[in-house]
Structure formats: C-alpha cells, structure tokens
C-alpha cells in the first residue's frame, strides 16, 4: 500500500492548481452572480486534456486514468464547484459510457468530440416525476422502421440547453420492465427537441435545464449497448459519475477550510485572533479531518477503476456520501466561523454555502447512497455485482 502520489500526478495537481487560480478565480464571484456559463474556460480545460484522461488515445484521449482526473477536478472544484459539473458532461456520464457500451463506429464519433468539449454533452435520467426512482421514468423510444421514436421530458439535466449531444434513457417496451429500458446516444440538433434553463440556488455557473422530446426520430445507430441495456448503462454511469462529485465535495470543502483558516488568523476579536478560541480550533479540525477521510475515499475509488475495477459500487458510494455530508458541514463551519462576513458577498463563503448542498443531492441523494451501503452491510442486496 502506497499513500503518496507519483511525480507525475504531484506535478499534475500543482498544473491545475495553477489553472484555477490564473483561469478561474479571477472571474468566479462574477459567474456566479451573472450566471455565467464560461463556456471559453470548459475548452480550455478540454485543451489542456481534463477531460480526457481515463480515455484511450484511439479516440483522443490521454490515457492517465481516474485518478489523474480525480485530483485535476479537486482543484478545479477548489475554485469553482460549478465547473466540476463539466467532467461528468464530458467525459463520465457520456464519454465513458460510449466507451463501455459502444460500438467501435460510435466510440469514433462521439467521444473526440465529447472530450475536446468540441460539443458539449449532457445525460439525461431524471424527468419531473422521477428523481431517485429512476426505473419510474415515462420517457419512451418505440421502434419503428429501422429507427425509434423518443418521446417524453427530462428535467434538472446539467448543460440541457447547451448540449449538443446527450445520453437519454427512455422505454423502449414498457411492459418489459426493467429491460425495457434503453439508453441512446442522442443529436441535440434533431428536429422535435426543446430546451428551458431552470434557476437555482447555487452551481449558477452551471446551467441545468429541462428537455422536451416530441416525436424526435433516432437512426438505428442511435441505440448505446443492446434493447435493454438501459439499467446496466445508467448505473454504471452514475457509478462513475459519483467519483467526479466526490471529488468536487473533497475541492469545495478544501476551499471552505482555506478560507475559514485564513479568516481565523487575521480577525480579531477579545484582543487575539479569533482561531485562538477553541470552539473555532475544533471546527477546523473536524473539517480538516473529514476532508482528508474522503479525500482518501475518493482516491481509492479513483485507483480501484484504474485497476480495471469499473463495477466499485460500494467504495465509490463511501467516498459521495461522506462528500455530500462533509461539505455542507464544512460550508457550515466556514460560514459560523466568518460570522457576518461569511453571509456577505465580500467573501467566498456565501457561494460555498449554496454551491455545497447539491453533493447531497445529485447523482443519487445521501439518502440513496445511505439506502446502498447500508442494503449491501445487511446483506439484503450486494452493491457489487
Ligand atoms: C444542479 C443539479 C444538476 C443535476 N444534473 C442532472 C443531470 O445532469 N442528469 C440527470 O439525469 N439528473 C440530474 N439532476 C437530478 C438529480 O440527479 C436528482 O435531483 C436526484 O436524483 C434526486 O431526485 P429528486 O430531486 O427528484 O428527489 P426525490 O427522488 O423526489 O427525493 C426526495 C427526497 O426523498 C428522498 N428519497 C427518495 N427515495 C428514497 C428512498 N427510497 N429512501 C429514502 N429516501 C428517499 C430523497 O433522498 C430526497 O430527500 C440534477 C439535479 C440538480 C439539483
């Protein structure tokens, strides 16, 4: 067992770190409160390889693995958590998976363009009324001719509106049940698709959105995996795309702690800096502390999928479940230890503070990843099969 990572991925991290901080943190507050999608700064990351790393060469890619991606999306999640959401629409929850489950025609098509952010991507599960029940979805895609015909609405869709090209998971036989589902790599440029960008609270300069399919014709090469590979490809996707949002927890948290260090050593109250009180020092050990648990987490999950080990349902859970808890404890701290300063606009804390709710709720909630561990402790149902 080796702690320590190579040169290589030392020098990695510290080439990120230097890219947040020239690229990113300049403008972040003012994306964030225009909404700002910076679109020139995914394609810089994609210049620069972000996200290419755990794919082959043949198809563009850097071939460096999880782990290199894992800690370039810590650093880049330390600036703007917003921007980590760009990973999975690139590369987690749609490059990998065309490079999974796809044919060779398909990997030649769609994954260069994917991880050059050439075109933007996004995948599409969740629909208004069904969030965590993902097998509840209405979404079809029926047969016909030599194509199908997609129908249906998807909401809360990261890049809805800018995608260009997008995984969607619909029904192709409802009455089959759970291999009835289907997965497709779809053109967003297809006649019969509309797009809505939705307002939230935080990841602002990451819009998310709502896509409405009316009658859109798929060609036959279309379909991602075999009729019925739906459920397969969707977890195994969100089994990946989990690594990038623990990652992103254990970045954001990072940044939360930074900021509420460097508070505590230059406010002053009661005659001392206010890190001397011992209430504050045990809000900074507990984040420090719970970020260096999921960082480790994280890493792991990272290494077991560079291992070959794609199907580490349980420890990648581990890793986004503390992430989710952490960050919004360590957001938490930040603000209590920043007081008013905290609930201003003058400091990062405020945006920390909207940005660290989302890691208990995206690619499946706490509750969900709760609900997974514990199943497979019980032994009522293994995570990994
Ligand atoms: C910013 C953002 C970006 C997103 N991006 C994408 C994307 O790119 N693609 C995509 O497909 N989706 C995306 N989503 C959707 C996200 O994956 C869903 O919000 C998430 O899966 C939860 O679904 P829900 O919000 O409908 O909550 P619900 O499923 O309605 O859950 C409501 C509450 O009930 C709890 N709950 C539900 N079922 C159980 C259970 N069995 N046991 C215990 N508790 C339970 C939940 O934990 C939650 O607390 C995004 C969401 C956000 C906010």
């Known amino acids: ?3 320590e990572l190579s040169e290589e991925l030392l020098a990695m991290k510290e080439a990120a770190r230097d890219f947040t901080e020239k690229e990113i943190l300049p403008n972040v507050e003012k994306w964030d409160e225009e909404h700002y999608y910076p679109l020139e700064v995914i394609r810089k990351m994609a210049e620069l390889g972000y996200f290419a790393c755990p794919i082959p060469e043949a198809y563009g890619g850097l071939d460096i693995g999880f782990l290199a991606q894992t800690i370039i999306t810590e650093e880049v999640a330390r600036g703007s958590s917003s921007l980590r959401v760009a990973f999975n ?6 490059a990998i998976s065309i490079l999974r489950h796809g044919t060779e025609e398909q990997k030649q098509k769609w994954i260069p363009d994917l991880i050059s952010a050439k075109k933007i991507g996004c995948f599409a599960i969740t629909e208004p009324d069904s969030g965590s029940d993902v097998m509840s979805m209405k979404s079809t895609a029926i047969p016909d001719g030599d194509g199908y015909i997609l129908n249906g609405c998807k909401t809360w869709i990261s890049s809805a509106a800018q995608a260009e090209t997008g995984i ?7 009455e089959k049940g759970s291999k009835g589902l289907s997965a497709f790599i779809v053109d967003f440029t297809s006649d019969g698709i509309s797009t809505a960008n939705l307002d939230k609270l935080g990841t602002r300069s990451s819009p998310t959105g709502e896509i409405v399919f009316e009658d859109v014709r798929l ?10 590979d739906g459920v397969k490809i969707c977890f195994s996707s969100l089994n990946q795309t989990r690594l990038s949002c623990a990652a992103g927890g254990v970045g ?9 260090v460097q508070y505590c050593n230059e406010r002053e ?5 206010v890190g001397k009180f011992q209430m504050n020092q045990e809000l900074i050990a507990n984040m420090a502390t719970e970020i260096e648990a999921t960082r480790l987490l994280t890493y792991r999950s990272a290494w077991q999928k560079d ?11 581990y890793a986004k479940f503390l992430a989710g808890e952490m960050v919004t404890r360590c957001a938490h701290s930040t603000m209590k230890i920043l007081g008013a300063y905290g609930y201003s606009t003058e ?4 945006r920390y503070y909207r940005d660290a709710v989302v890691y208990q709720i995206v690619e499946g909630t706490v509750n969900v990843q709760k609900m997974i561990i514990a199943q497979d402790q019980l032994g009522y149902r293994k995570a990994n099969r």
């Open 89 to 94: 629409t690139q590369c987690l929850g749609t």
């Open 307 to 317: 291992q070959g080990k794609y199907g580490n349902i349980l420890e990648t859970c």
């Open 1 to 3: 067992m080796d702690f």
């Open 269 to 273: 109250q009661f005659g001392q800096q």
């Open 168 to 174: 969607v998971y619909a029904y192709h036989d409802r």
């Open 252 to 260: 954001l948290g990072q940044a939360c702690l930074d900021t509420a």
């Open 347 to 350: 400091y990062p804390a405020a």
């Open 219 to 228: 060609p036959a090469d279309a379909l991602l995996g075999k009729l019925g």
